[in-house]
């Protein structure tokens, strides 16, 4: 039987290039970037804030059954315009064509910055002894206009997912990190996921049992302040890394 179609989109970014590595051996990988300069194999070049782009290229990928939707303005401090047509725009984009050609389930790399505004301005919530842990129940509290951006997508998602039944499952990403070496700060060693937690995590939310969801992403880390036992209790995440020990 031939793997399930997948297409990620922002696939050169960080992210992508991790899961285009990691999943590869489960899926048939499709991308979408941005940065093309033109179409490379089963990458495509779209800008997703414009529809018609974004429309062209799932029409290229029949039978498209997954997306993983990494794509946007990825700046924890982006302004408001960039927000608007990069990340609320683009994600709306996104959903409607996965709408009108079929696809399963999105799983949207929300992020931590949703309920970043608990963490205090400046950040401070990780320098604290046993915090109380931020859970996916908890209100959003967004520390910026990017996490503004990324609670929209999850709403985006909830509808679609109610309207028309598009699954989707919502990651709330903490720290990703070229090197996967989370000892730079404090504050990454609470909120890091590492790389092969990622693609574990990812994974998991492509193929488990559910219709809708929203976890934290982050690895084991016995400093960690952002609860993912919803994670690891609904779609048996196991992360295997834990920042402190390293």
Request: glycine share 8%; with cysteine; charged share 20%.
């Amino acid at each position: 039987m031939a793997d399930p179609k997948l297409l990620i989109t922002g696939h050169g970014g960080l992210i992508g290039q991790i899961l285009w590595r990691g999943l590869a051996d489960s899926f048939e990988l499709y991308g979408v970037d941005i940065c093309l300069g033109e179409k490379n194999g089963n990458a495509f070049r779209a800008d997703i804030s414009n529809a018609e782009q974004v429309t062209a290229v799932f029409k290229k990928i029949p039978d498209l059954a997954y997306v993983v939707h990494l794509a946007g303005d990825p700046r924890a401090d982006a302004d408001w315009q960039s927000v608007l047509m990069n990340n609320i725009a683009g994600t709306k984009n996104v959903y409607e064509a996965a709408r009108a050609h079929g696809v399963k389930r999105v799983v949207f790399a929300s992020s931590n910055h949703v309920t970043g505004a608990y963490e205090g301005f400046p950040p401070s919530l990780h320098t604290r002894q046993n915090p109380a842990l931020i859970t996916t129940r908890h209100p959003i509290r967004p520390d910026g206009y990017y996490g503004v951006g990324k609670a929209a997508g999850e709403a985006i998602a909830r509808l679609y997912c109610d309207l028309h039944g598009l699954e989707s499952v919502c990651l709330r990403i903490g720290s990703v990190l070229r090197d996967d070496d989370p000892t730079g700060s404090a504050r990454t060693q609470s909120l890091w996921l590492s790389h092969r937690d990622l693609v574990q995590l990812v994974k998991k939310s492509l193929l488990a049992e559910v219709r809708f969801a929203i976890y934290y992403g982050v690895s084991n880390n016995s400093n960690c302040f952002l609860d993912i036992a919803d994670a690891m209790a609904e779609i048996g995440y196991q992360p295997e890394d834990d920042a402190s020990a390293r």
